[in-house]
């Protein structure tokens, strides 16, 4: 946080830019309620006339504004100040608005209709981030640095927020691409233990005796190729975080193994003797049903209640599609950065076969795609072209469930179900040659059921061949 030149420390500002008078009104009040000092501008016109470096902490702002619009604003704002943090708020939440507000540095990204707390909760992490962000702490390992925007991944933020500063053993459960790895290294990094080493291993990528080797450490002559003393990983992770991944692919012997200085808290080098305390914190996590792998023998129960004291479930990518427009948009700044390609966005097209895929690689499969575009993008902007012709393919073919076009920004489901309904009862006709009673009978509708149906919506029926029958009633 800044601190004056007398070194009393100076009470972080937030600017508000939003152009409904209520709602500006409702943000200073929540915001002032938390004690902080809160600037209101109804226009982006006006806060830019009297923003420099350094003013503010945070910037609350809306997209869509009467003359310059939010994102420009954005883009002025970070030109001036490369470290003021921005939360996006907007009723108008297109896909191709969230990968522009994220390429363009934002901190979060909030729709309405949101509640009070929801606010007080983003503030005061683009808050501490800001801290951070002038303490030079800037871990790509930080709470902060997880990006998300679905209620299932604040779910799991909270978590990591409330075990982190704890001691407990910790289950990491999810499928390979969502991120377990940055998850554990989050609560280790939030942890009391944080200036210790963090150690991953791969539980399977040793064979059995090795694996007990890498872990508890060994004694000269333990086995074949044991020419000296080595010390396990248990060992030299002392006072910091042992993450074991892959964890149910960890053989019966090596579990009994690990209950035992989960147990202890010492460990007994393979083919030794003597025990070893140990003070390290274990993460585990596994991309199986450990629950059923237990059930099924292949896994030991007791090790399994041991390491499942809090349990962390990661939802896969494709069970939070509203994740996937932010997320795409903060590889995308990622790697036009780091590629050196002015690539400014993602054309809408895209994002809807984005999200409409499955994403069996998850997060990380994200991440690729974005990455290859980058890389081949002939324009300013991805396009279908720059994208994996199978996620094409796989969109085209969704492209005719109405449920797989449900837009990112909400629809008006009264209008839909009209279009739909005139929709078929044009085409009915137009394949009985304006024939109604044949047409009612396609749609499996009376006659004065469908004269009903077209009054309604406004559609002629003086053109048809039996206007006035009364045939099928």
Not at 66 to 91: H, N, Q, S, W, Y
Not at 113 to 133: C, G, H, N, Q, W
Not at 295 to 302: A, P
Not at 427 to 447: F, P, Q, V, W
Request: proline share 4%; aromatic share 6%; glycine share 8%.
């Amino acid at each position: 946080m800044a601190r004056s030149k007398t070194g009393t420390e100076i009470a972080p500002k937030i600017a508000v830019v939003e152009d409904e008078t209520n709602m500006l009104n409702l943000l200073k009040r929540i915001l002032e309620g938390e004690g902080y000092h809160v600037d209101t501008f109804s226009n982006a016109e006006d806060f830019l006339k009297t923003f420099g470096p350094g003013k503010y902490a945070v910037i609350i702002q809306d997209v869509r504004m009467p003359g310059m619009d939010g994102i420009e604003m954005m883009k002025r704002v970070t030109e001036k100040d490369p470290f003021v943090l921005t939360i996006v708020i907007t009723a108008y939440s297109t896909g191709g608005t969230a990968v522009e507000a994220m390429r363009l540095g934002a901190f979060s990204y909030v729709r309405k209709p949101f509640d009070s707390e929801e606010i007080r909760r983003v503030t005061r992490m683009a808050l501490d981030k800001y801290r951070d962000i002038l303490e030079k702490d800037e871990s790509p390992f930080a709470i902060k640095q997880i990006v998300h925007d679905s209620e299932s991944m604040r779910e799991v933020v909270d978590l990591i927020e409330r075990v982190a500063k704890s001691d407990a053993t910790v289950l990491v459960s999810g499928e390979s691409g969502t991120g377990k790895e940055l998850v554990a290294r989050a609560i280790h990094y939030h942890s009391t233990r944080v200036n210790a080493p963090f150690i991953p291993v791969n539980c399977g990528a040793f064979a059995e005796t090795l694996l007990e080797s890498e872990l508890f450490g060994h004694v000269k002559g333990a086995f074949t190729g044991a020419e000296g003393d080595k010390r396990g990983l248990f060992e030299i992770a002392g006072g910091g975080t042992l993450f074991l991944d892959e964890i149910s692919e960890m053989p019966i012997s090596a579990q009994v193994r690990l209950l035992r200085v989960l147990e202890e808290h010492a460990v007994r080098p393979v083919g030794g003797t003597e025990l070893h305390p140990v003070d390290v914190r274990i993460i585990a996590a596994t991309n199986r049903d450990l629950e059923k792998e237990t059930n099924e023998g292949r896994f030991r129960q007791d090790l399994f209640h041991r390491i499942n004291v809090v349990g962390i479930s990661i939802p896969p990518l494709r069970e939070r599609q509203g994740d996937i427009p932010i997320l795409a948009g903060h590889f995308l700044s990622i790697y036009s950065s780091r590629m050196h390609r002015d690539v400014t966005g993602i054309d809408e097209r895209v994002l809807q076969m984005l999200i409409r895929h499955d994403w069996p690689g998850n997060v990380r499969e994200l991440e690729n795609v974005i990455e290859r575009a980058v890389a081949l993008v002939r324009g300013p902007v991805i396009t279908v072209e720059d994208i994996p012709q199978s996620i094409v393919r796989k969109a085209s073919k969704l492209g005719s469930t109405t449920l797989n076009l449900l837009p990112l920004e909400g629809m008006n489901l009264d209008k839909k179900l009209t279009e739909v309904e005139t929709t078929y009862i044009m085409r009915a006709l137009e394949m009985t040659g304006g024939k109604m009673s044949s047409a009612a009978e396609i749609l499996g509708l009376s006659l004065r059921s469908l004269r009903y149906r077209m009054d309604k919506l406004g559609r002629a029926r003086d053109k048809c061949q039996d206007n006035e029958e009364e045939a099928g009633e």
